[in-house]
């Protein structure tokens, strides 16, 4: 019997039954976390055990709004105490970036795996710490990239790999923005330089800059420039900024991030045999299906009056939304290590390393007057 | 009697009759002037009336296959004997970029209306040189950038210049690529520093400066920064590049143009509530209708598992191709000058300038290493 994920298969022995679900401490009741509680009542390997808040009161509001209530999570009235409940497996965390530390290590210190919102740290250092803590543990670690997990990205993934299809990919643009209201310009997490000094470059850029990585199959670059004239609210956290990436063999990619405009979510990869465009490539225009554009060997029309042949849409249904299956492949993980032995899958907190090293750079870069940072692989 | 363009529109003592169509001479038989002739033979204020090129059999050889023939153009062995053919009002000039100084302005000097091919010069004073010739002969200027003439290209204009709809526009990226063969790569006056020396940049580069600069109602920009490691020929010439554009108030673009990789042909805008996607700016993928997409104050649906509202997709029908378009929006702006009194339209060697002053800029941050170049507008 063949399975399509056979590094986190259970052995035959117990192919008999289905695992039993991972239990999930949502850790923290951020607005983010009502999507992920969605996800986990979707995803089928995947149960919500707790919520843990800084009050009860405040995880019940939540585990009723969420509609988690009637599966009677336990519920905590602190980080702490969350952490220190054996029937949690595995946490998802989507406190404020500056808090990741602290408790994302304390959760693998604690032997839960860990399921961290983006922007994973502050710096690379800091998530350093997180994913040495993790590997000590023995605990999974992924990021809640949810679109890493949609069908259409493995589907992407196949024709940008495919030599025939796309060539040598050479120009990588990517766009992430939303336009927010006064409201969040004043009170929201990501403009507080106490809670998410990254601004929009931790929370668009990162998926900027995950989508450039993925295109080139996590390459890490040689060089980042930032783009000039960022934008920076009163304090000095970023609201918009954008930078080029320089590989050593020419490849180019641009990305601009910003709170300020439009939402806009282009992929575009260029390679020498193909284009594929993808614009809502972070959050798909609609849940049950998601496409994406694809032009390879396009030619002029006689008198180049036209394209020929022309670009096809490939349109990728899927099951369940793209941030139930990243519970349940995080699940599956977790119930290969917890149930059969095996070992954290290391693709993962590879590819989180990679984003928050460019983002470092990026960050560099912006506060070094524009000049070039270059990346050690 | 109202007229869409008045200022073009004839006095009322001629409206009884249609005026004489503008009689073209073909000078030089490039590969792109077959597409022109098929334009001219579609626009109805268009005839052909001589071709001429370095030899009679060979302005011969291009009439008769592009169908010219049975219209009985004078054929001509010479440039010179183009201009002093007294029956002719304007010259289409697709030779090669070293030649148009030369043979613009004399053009203009033999009193001929000028519809010149981009890149229309290879330095931004080389073309005034040509722009002070027609201006002194009071000859009308065009560029041959046909998309500019797409009815599409008005619409997009329409929803880019309506606040409500797009707001500000702060992003705009351009790409143009095509994938060139071997023998391209040899022997194409594109590739030759003696033809074009410009390559890559004076060709694709030419449409995504235009469409930069379109999309912000030709204000030029304050610094024009070249991408890193453009991709050059043995002898030299660019064969790949690219740019980052910034505006005083912030705005920020950025395009990439190649000889090197797929037909791509991108222009793509975000302003702080509207964001346009066109991938085919510079030639649609058919010839009757052209389409783009405009997503106006986008929001993430709740929960943030979707997109309200979605994009909306704007097809635009024509019922000539875009050439034959612009062939007879120069033939008006001609038939004014000549049958009316009328004075050539600024307009149009107004954007050509600020088009090759960035180009300009562009190649002087390229041979500067990549340093910010300013543009004094």
Same sequence: chains 1, 2.
């Avoid at 439009?262 to 045999?273: K, S, Y």
């Avoid at 096809?312 to 699940?331: D, G, I, R």
Wanted: glycine share 6%.
């Amino acid at each position: 019997m063949s399975s399509p994920s056979s590094a986190t298969a259970p052995p035959a022995a117990v192919e008999q039954r289905r695992p039993d679900p991972v239990r999930f401490g949502i850790m923290g009741c951020a607005s983010i976390a009502r999507k992920l509680a969605r996800a986990m009542l979707l995803a089928p390997d995947a149960a919500v055990a707790a919520v843990g808040s800084r009050s009860k009161a405040k995880a019940r509001a939540f585990a009723e709004e969420t509609g988690l209530l009637r599966h009677a999570p336990r519920l905590h009235g602190s980080y702490e105490a969350l952490l220190g409940d054996p029937g949690v497996d595995a946490v998802y965390l989507p406190l404020p970036t500056s808090l990741h530390v602290r408790w994302a290590t304390a959760a693998a210190a604690a032997g839960k795996h860990v399921l961290l919102e983006k922007p994973t740290a502050l710096c690379a250092a800091d998530l350093a710490a997180i994913l040495a803590a993790c590997d000590a543990a023995g605990v999974q670690f992924m990021d809640a990239t949810m679109w890493m997990h949609h069908p259409r990205t493995a589907k992407m993934r196949e024709l940008v790999a495919d030599k025939a299809t796309t060539g040598d990919v050479r120009v990588i643009n990517s766009l992430f923005s939303f336009r927010v209201n006064e409201e969040f310009l004043q009170n929201d997490i990501r403009v507080k330089p106490d809670l998410d000094a990254l601004g929009a470059l931790g929370d668009a850029g990162w998926y900027c800059i995950r989508a450039i990585l993925w295109a080139v199959d996590y390459e890490l670059p040689k060089t980042v420039i930032a783009l000039r004239n960022p934008v920076r609210n009163q304090v000095g956290v970023l609201l918009a900024c954008g930078a080029t990436l320089y590989w050593a063999d020419g490849k180019i990619a641009t990305f601009n991030c910003s709170f300020l405009t439009n939402l806009t979510m282009d992929m575009t990869i260029v390679g020498t045999n193909g284009t594929l465009h993808v614009t809502d490539f972070v959050i798909p225009y609609e849940e049950k299906s998601a496409s994406f554009s694809m032009a390879s060997k396009s030619n002029f029309a006689e008198l180049h009056i036209g394209w020929d042949p022309l670009p096809s849409k490939h349109v990728v249904p899927t099951n369940l939304p793209q941030e139930a299956l990243m519970v349940q492949e995080f699940s599956r993980l977790v119930q290969n290590i917890r149930d059969a032995g095996g070992k954290p899958e290391g693709k993962w907190p590879a590819i989180t390393r990679k984003t928050q090293v460019v983002m470092d750079a990026v960050k560099t870069s912006i506060d070094n007057e524009f000049g070039p940072v270059d990346i050690s692989s």
